[in-house]
């Protein structure tokens, strides 16, 4: 797991807790910024899996053309 993927983890758990406390106190903007920092943070997420996996990829060819 790189920084991007832990950034991301992060962001969506802490825009759960806003979304859930924006809900729970009635506070409609909390609410909506807890799901923006959701989505921000799938986001994070899947770029930092795609560069991980591209990184992994780059790495097999190297270890083929060694062989």
Do not use: H, P
């Not at 979304?19 to 909390?30: H, M, P, Q, T, Y």
């Not at 909506?32 to 990184?55: L, W």
């Amino acid at each position: 797991m790189n920084k991007q993927e832990m950034e991301g983890k992060w962001d969506k758990a802490k825009g759960s807790v806003k979304e859930n406390v924006g809900r729970a106190i009635k506070d409609r903007d909390l609410e909506a910024e807890g799901q923006r920092d959701r989505m921000k943070g799938d986001i994070k997420e899947g770029v930092g899996e795609a560069r991980r996996n591209v990184g992994e990829a780059i790495e097999d060819v190297g270890e083929e053309i060694k062989r």
